[in-house]
Nanobody, 119 residues
Framework: QVQLVESGGGAVQAGGSLSLSCKAP???????????MAWYRQPPGKERELVAT???????NYAESVKGRFTISRDNSRKMVTLQMSSLKPEDTAVYYC??????????WGQGTQVTVSS
């Protein structure tokens, strides 16, 4: 059963913006709201890397490479997390994955969405 559904990927020129969304339609509010939500990415030929996290208290953490350009946020009532990306660079090209770590330690991944930034 699909737990996380991502959307919003696509192709953009360098300097442009994209917004990624991840919804957890099967979560109930009491499960989603304390979860740590995150975005990871996997560039072509490279390993998956952490991009940003947001915990149940809305504390955020970012990879150094995206600080000041990306913003992660969450809407618990809609069971959704968003990654707003701006000033995109070709090196941001990757498959982006939504990740959830529930309070009981269970981990879920989305199916991934492609982001391509051309120079």
């Amino acid at each position: 059963q699909v737990q996380l559904v991502e959307s919003g990927g696509g192709a953009v020129q360098a300097g442009g913006s994209l917004s990624l969304s991840c919804k957890a339609p099967r979560n109930i509010f009491s499960v989603f709201s304390p979860s740590v939500m995150a975005w990871y990415r996997q560039p072509p030929g490279k390993e998956r890397e952490l991009v940003a996290t947001i915990d149940g208290g809305r504390k955020t953490n970012y990879a150094e490479s995206v600080k000041g350009r990306f913003t992660i946020s969450r809407d618990n009532s809609r069971k959704m997390v968003t990654l707003q990306m701006s000033s995109l660079k070709p090196e941001d090209t990757a498959v982006y994955y939504c990740n959830q770590v529930r309070s009981d330690g269970t981990i879920y991944w989305g199916q991934g969405t492609q982001v391509t930034v051309s120079s």
